[in-house]
């Protein structure tokens, strides 16, 4: 199990939610595109409507966590940033996962292929 890359540009966020595919569950906003390279990078996005500071940082906690949960099963090559949403701070991360690998599965980024 590898760890995914973050991704922290403003110009790599602003690609993919310009150029992406986007996924909207009533937990995150997940946008993905085809990236350079062969790997999976993630970020994350939250705003200020959404909280205080220690709110802001569970979302980005369960999101990360949901994302780790299902990067194993997830095509390589591509770029994701998920925006978080009110309801994500009411959601535990493995709720969150089971609705981004169903996501996933219907934009046809999960791999049929086991992991090693």
Same mark, same amino acid.
């Given at each position: %199990? !590898? =760890?995914?890359?973050? *991704? =922290?540009?403003?110009?790599?966020?602003? @690609? /993919?939610?310009?150029?992406? &595919?986007?996924?909207?569950?009533?937990?995150?906003? *997940?946008?993905?595109? +085809? $990236? @350079?390279?062969? @790997?999976?990078?993630?970020? &994350?996005?939250?705003? =200020?409507? &959404?909280?205080?500071?220690? +709110?802001?940082? @569970?979302? +980005?906690?369960?999101?990360?966590?949901?994302?780790?949960?299902? !990067?194993?099963? &997830?095509?390589?090559?591509?770029?994701?940033?998920?925006? #978080?949403?009110?309801? #994500? /701070?009411?959601?535990?991360?493995?709720?969150?996962?089971? %609705? %981004?690998?169903?996501?996933?599965? =219907?934009? $046809?980024?999960?791999?049929?292929?086991?992991?090693?």
């Amino acid at each position: %199990m !590898q =760890k995914f890359e973050k *991704l =922290k540009q403003n110009y790599e966020f602003r @690609r /993919l939610y310009s150029r992406g &595919i986007s996924m909207v569950t009533p937990a995150f906003v *997940l946008y993905a595109a +085809k $990236g @350079r390279k062969d @790997r999976v990078r993630f970020g &994350i996005t939250v705003s =200020k409507k &959404i909280g205080t500071a220690v +709110k802001r940082n @569970r979302a +980005k906690r369960v999101l990360y966590a949901a994302f780790f949960d299902c !990067q194993n099963d &997830i095509v390589k090559g591509y770029d994701f940033v998920a925006v #978080a949403r009110h309801k #994500a /701070l009411l959601l535990k991360s493995t709720d969150v996962a089971s %609705m %981004m690998k169903n996501e996933l599965q =219907k934009a $046809g980024l999960i791999s049929d292929e086991k992991p090693d």
